[in-house]
């Protein structure tokens, strides 16, 4: 169990959110699609500011959008502004702007004619959600499947609804990583794959060295797409459970699991800094600085200039 630090303010949170989730993708934006274990021990190459990131960049479009509707979170108005304002053309992202432009709707955009539809595109999009709905994580994982229903279906939704559950929850001042991710797991169906391989993960973890574990997790739930989503988020809450005393060890963990690791680092490094807040070690920190930089494919995005400012 983590020693619980108290007194660790919303916006304390929402900052270690923010800086946990650009350390991770950074990180493991060089190594995504490989399949194999890696062997990364920080930054390579040694990245002069932080990366941008298409997931984050959609995060911070749908906030414009919210903010634009007066807090309304409804898929509708989401789509609306992706067919508007969302130029990425690959994968998912571009099936769904296909299926908007023929004029289907969520949740028909997501699945029809979409073979990524259980892919990572949408739960690597949680943390707005969480963020939006602190300690609530049932709504936080309402507002998730708003989101994910656009481009996405089934796995991927439960995938990103567990993401903003378990993120939501942070925000209560627990930090036993256990504890939250079975409480989040109630956010979705037990049935679906997602849930079995967090549920098979939480049941072996203690059993078996981490490289054991990925093994029996690709042989259960392993797909040949290195985005599948319930191999990665398995893959995602690693770190969490080998290492919950230490970032740096827990966050090495999940990458070098392999497969979609710009997801699964972005993502072990926004929950941590929900739950420890703004604490992370200088190096990794220095490296990335404090700007905010955004993908040219997501048009006139009023962006933060800072960390801080988004936060605020």
Not at 115 to 121: D, V
Not at 195 to 201: G, I, R, S
Not at 258 to 263: A, E, H, L, P, S
């Amino acid at each position: 169990m983590i020693a619980k630090r108290a007194k660790i303010s919303v916006r304390e949170r929402i900052i270690g959110c923010i800086k946990g989730k650009a350390i991770g993708g950074t990180l493991g934006a060089p190594v995504e699609g490989k399949m194999e274990i890696l062997s990364l021990t920080y930054y390579h190459p040694v990245p002069k500011m932080v990366l941008p990131n298409d997931d984050f960049d959609i995060q911070l479009l749908f906030l414009e959008s919210v903010e634009g509707a007066g807090g309304l979170v409804d898929a509708s108005i989401l789509a609306r502004t992706w067919s508007e304002r969302m130029g990425f053309p690959f994968d998912e992202y571009g099936v769904a702007s296909l299926n908007l432009k023929r004029g289907l709707k969520p949740p028909v955009s997501g699945w029809f004619d979409n073979p990524f539809k259980n892919c990572m595109g949408s739960p690597i999009r949680s943390e707005l959600w969480a963020l939006l709905a602190p300690n609530r994580p049932k709504l936080a994982a309402y507002f998730a499947l708003q989101d994910s229903m656009i481009d996405h279906a089934e796995e991927s939704i439960a995938g990103e609804m567990f993401f903003a559950a378990l993120e939501s929850l942070a925000f209560n001042g627990a930090t036993d990583f256990e504890k939250l991710i079975i409480e989040a797991l109630e956010a979705i169906d037990p049935k679906c794959e997602t849930a079995k391989a967090v549920q098979f993960t939480l049941d072996n973890f203690r059993k078996m060295e981490w490289v054991e574990l990925r093994n029996e997790v690709l042989k259960n739930f392993g797909h040949a797409n290195f985005t599948e989503a319930p191999q990665n988020i398995a893959f995602t809450i690693f770190g969490l459970l080998y290492h919950p005393e230490d970032f740096e060890k827990a966050l090495l963990c999940t990458t070098n699991c392999g497969y979609d690791t710009d997801c699964t680092a972005a993502t072990i490094g926004a929950i941590w800094g929900l739950i420890k807040g703004d604490n992370f070690p200088s190096h990794w920190l220095i490296p990335i600085g404090e700007r905010i930089l955004a993908s040219h494919d997501v048009r006139d995005m009023a962006l933060p200039a800072t960390i801080d400012t988004l936060a605020d």
